[in-house]
């Protein structure tokens, strides 16, 4: 896990800062243009360690010398990064790497022979003394920092992000279970009827945005009130993201820390987006974040995350009865079944649904030995890892 914190380095850190952050996105454009050129023209694969070695070569050459200004572990963990996204690209997790820009997020990673950490004293190898940073809550005393990233975010504010190996004790259980179902007028409606509601953030800022983008749009390009107000719209953004997340992570602790047991619905959010009636606002709600923020809070707290399938029919099933209707209009936010009567607000009854097929699904998985069993499409997530798919 990591602990991230707020970094305010001085003039001459961020000379020194700039560096580090420019030469590391130097050699990661370097590696992929050099790894794609090999396999494209002559077929041949670089792996890691070829790359290592060119890199040596080429901080010999009298035009590369400013590349050995910075730490070289930083730039050496420049390849490793880029390894682990071809990595991913092959395993079929992510896309191909692409070239990173200079003005855009600019980050450096420092294994644990590139820093020094005495108690709340951090320093970088070839850095200009100690960072002020702002340690917003002490570290576990279990804690064991392995590597350090410092970042620089579009609106020009320094973090650092502490990576450690740490024990985490789970959470005391308990019996209750609960169903979620993800929307847009609220983002989480549980089975017990509770409504997180929708803060907006992005609508709520989209007049000020709008009008700082309107500026920048008149502004020539490349000059210093271009950048300053690049920066101002970059700050705007950073706002609502800080916001958002600070719900979301409000919204999953309270999920994790109540519930054992959490049902949640899988969703297809990309292809949801291509509706451009509801894009802009599917777009604001994070669903993706809550979910992944909702998993690993669960894996740390000793919780079982159950996903049922895509195509269950949990809005259109009567959650009393299990009558499934035909049709089901999104403006209809409350219906009666036809065949018991029963009342239904649609996103509680969505939920409901959701709790009683994700339950299924996790008792069958804990009463199969061999850990294997397949219901109703049920995706099993505990504290070790998937279960069943």
Request: proline letters at 3%; hydrophobic letters at 30%; one cysteine or more.
């Amino acid at each position: 896990m990591a602990y991230r914190f707020r970094l305010y380095p001085t003039d001459e850190q961020r000379t020194a800062l700039a560096k580090t952050f420019g030469c590391a996105r130097y050699v990661y454009n370097w590696a992929l243009d050099l790894r794609t050129q090999s396999y494209c023209e002559e077929g041949k694969s670089v792996s890691y360690t070829d790359t290592s070695k060119a890199l040596t070569k080429l901080k010999r050459d009298e035009d590369h010398e400013w590349l050995k200004e910075p730490s070289s572990v930083a730039l050496q963990q420049s390849l490793r990064n880029l390894e682990s996204a071809f990595q991913n690209f092959f395993d079929g997790r992510a896309g191909y790497p692409s070239f990173k820009r200079k003005h855009g997020k600019e980050t450096a990673r420092l294994a644990s022979n590139a820093f020094t950490l005495y108690g709340k004293s951090l320093s970088a190898a070839k850095g200009p003394g100690a960072l002020n940073v702002r340690w917003s809550r002490d570290l576990p005393d279990t804690c064991n920092v392995t590597s350090v990233t410092l970042t620089k975010d579009s609106a020009g504010r320094y973090f650092v992000s502490l990576t450690c190996t740490e024990e985490k004790d789970p959470l005391p259980e308990t019996s209750k279970t609960v169903g979620v179902d993800l929307g847009i007028t609220d983002v989480a409606v549980t089975s017990d009827g509770h409504k997180s509601g929708n803060p907006k953030h992005l609508e709520n800022d989209l007049y000020r945005l709008k009008k700082a983008q309107r500026r920048l749009s008149r502004k020539m390009k490349g000059s210093e009130n271009w950048k300053k107000q690049k920066r101002r719209v970059a700050n705007i953004h950073a706002r609502i993201a800080d916001k958002r997340n600070d719900f979301l992570h409000k919204l999953s602790r309270k999920l994790v820390d109540e519930n054992q047991t959490i049902c949640l619905e899988t969703l297809n959010v990309k292809g949801m987006q291509q509706n451009r009636s509801l894009a802009h606002s599917i777009s604001g709600t994070g669903w993706s974040t809550l979910v992944r923020q909702i998993e690993y809070k669960a894996e740390w707290a000793g919780r079982t995350v159950v996903k049922i399938d895509r195509w269950f029919p949990s809005t259109k099933r009567c959650s009393a009865c299990g009558h499934v209707r035909k049709t089901k209009p999104l403006s209809e936010r409350h219906w009666r079944c036809e065949e018991c009567g029963e009342s239904h607000d649609r996103d509680v009854n969505a939920a409901k649904n959701i709790r009683t097929v994700g339950l299924t699904g996790a008792a069958d998985a804990a009463s199969d030995s061999g850990g294997h069993s397949k219901t109703r499409g049920a995706f099993v997530r505990t504290a070790h890892g998937p279960v069943n798919e």
